[in-house]
Each structure stands twice: as structure tokens, then as C-alpha cells.
């Protein structure tokens, strides 16, 4: 069982549509982070949220960090097929003194031309 | 270029071998971070090294070690190779041990074991 769980699994749509993918949990995050993952390369961080109700923007990519932080959500207005990705939530929390950091499986977004 | 350095980028071996796979923390990060990367498990957390000393333990099997060294480079080693091990291997930075606010990854390293 994922402690973080990401949906949709996999997503393909049509350039210029709009889309919403999910990170849920039961638990409670100090911090959540969003990266994108292309193919043969690590992942990229796109953005952090630490409070909750927090919502960030980058370009047409719009974030939200949950009100209880369990769970966030990003959107995608006018998909590109530059958003074509594996897109990762991770959630961090502390754990003992430690900040133990977990990561969802991901989204996997293909947008067709 | 994200700022951290992996070595080899892919590395084919067969089943019982040993291989060494390298990370250079991206300039300034003390930290260390190794993930290994499957379809069906996503990212999971290896080991983690701070400035030359282990500081915490993921899902890291016995016939894996690490170890960071004084230029803060570090090392994975994965010995007695099995199928299962073939996976993606990463490795990540960050400047320290305070809030976490996200890493920094490299670009991987392929292992495919035959």
C-alpha cells in the first residue's frame, strides 16, 4: 500500500485540454513537492507547498497544498505536449527528528499533438 | 544539468556480479540521497549520507552498501546482482538537514542485470 496515492495512473489527452491529477494520503505532511519526470532523466522539482489551503502557480501548471495537508492536487490549463511527463508528488514529514520523505508512484501524462 | 553527477549512465551486468554506481552532490550539498526506481514501485528511499556520515536507512538490501567520502561524493555498491535488481538508480542533493523543501536529482543510472 502507497502511503501517498496518485490518480490518475496514467493520462492522455489532446493538446490544448485541460487536466487535474491527485496525491492523497492519510497522513498529514509537513511539506509537499510536485516533480516532473521525462524519460532517461531524474526528477525535476516544480514546486513545494508548506501550508495548508496553500495554492501556487507556475506558468499554466496551478498547485494546491490540501487545507489538513493530506493531499494535493495540480492543474494543467491548455496542456502542451512539453507537459508530456511522469509527474511525482512527494510528501515529507517528520519522523523522530528526521524528515522522512515519501513518494507517490506517479501520473504518467501523455499529451497528443 | 541539474548540478548532480551520476556515473555510469547505463550499466549491463549478469546475475552474481558487483557493480559501483558514482554521485557528485550538486555544488554546496552536504546531503546524499539514493532511490531506486521500478515500474511497479516507483521511487524508493535507499540510504541517505550527511557530510561523510550515514543518516538514515530506506528499503536498502543487505547486498547494498554506501558510503559518502570527504569531497562529498559517494558511492552504491550492489553485490551478488540478481534479476530484480535491474531498475533505475538516482541520486539526489539538498544543502542540508533543515526544512525539506525538495531535492535536487541527477540523471540516473540504468542497471540492467542478465
Known amino acids: 500500500t502507497q502511503l501517498l496515492e496518485q490518480s490518475p495512473q496514467f493520462l492522455s489527452i489532446q493538446e490544448g485540454e485541460n487536466l487535474t491529477v491527485y496525491c492523497n494520503s492519510s497522513s498529514v505532511f509537513s511539506s509537499l513537492q510536485w516533480y516532473r519526470q521525462e524519460p532517461g532523466e531524474g526528477p525535476v522539482l516544480l514546486v513545494t507547498?508548506?501550508?495548508?489551503?496553500e495554492v501556487k502557480k507556475l506558468k499554466r501548471l496551478t498547485f494546491q497544498f490540501g487545507d489538513a495537508r493530506k493531499d494535493s492536487s495540480l492543474h494543467i490549463t491548455a496542456a502542451q505536449t512539453g507537459d508530456t511527463g511522469l509527474y511525482l508528488c512527494?510528501?515529507?514529514?517528520?519522523?523522530?527528528?528526521?524528515?522522512?520523505?515519501?513518494f507517490g508512484i506517479g501520473t504518467k501524462l501523455q499529451v497528443i499533438p | 544539468d541539474s548540478g548532480v553527477t551520476q556515473t555510469p549512465k547505463h550499466l549491463i551486468t549478469a546475475t552474481g556480479q558487483r557493480v559501483t554506481l558514482r554521485c557528485s552532490p550538486r555544488?554546496?550539498?552536504?546531503?546524499v540521497y539514493w532511490y531506486q526506481q521500478s515500474l511497479d514501485q516507483g521511487l524508493q528511499f535507499l540510504i541517505h549520507?550527511?557530510?561523510?556520515?550515514?543518516?538514515a536507512k530506506g528499503n536498502i538490501l543487505e547486498r547494498f552498501s554506501a558510503q559518502q567520502f570527504p569531497d562529498l561524493h559517494s558511492e552504491l555498491n550492489l553485490s551478488s546482482l540478481e534479476l530484480g535488481d535491474s531498475a533505475l538508480y538516482f541520486c539526489?542533493?539538498?544543502?542540508?538537514?533543515?526544512?525539506?523543501?525538495?531535492?535536487?536529482f541527477g540523471s540516473g543510472t540504468r542497471l540492467t542485470v542478465v
Open positions: 507547498v508548506v501550508t495548508g489551503g
Open positions: 555544488s554546496g550539498d552536504l546531503s
Open positions: 549520507y550527511y557530510n561523510g556520515e550515514e543518516r
Open positions: 539526489a542533493s539538498r544543502p542540508d538537514l533543515g526544512q525539506y523543501y525538495g531535492y535536487t
Open positions: 512527494a510528501g515529507a514529514k517528520n519522523s523522530g527528528g528526521y524528515q522522512k520523505v515519501t
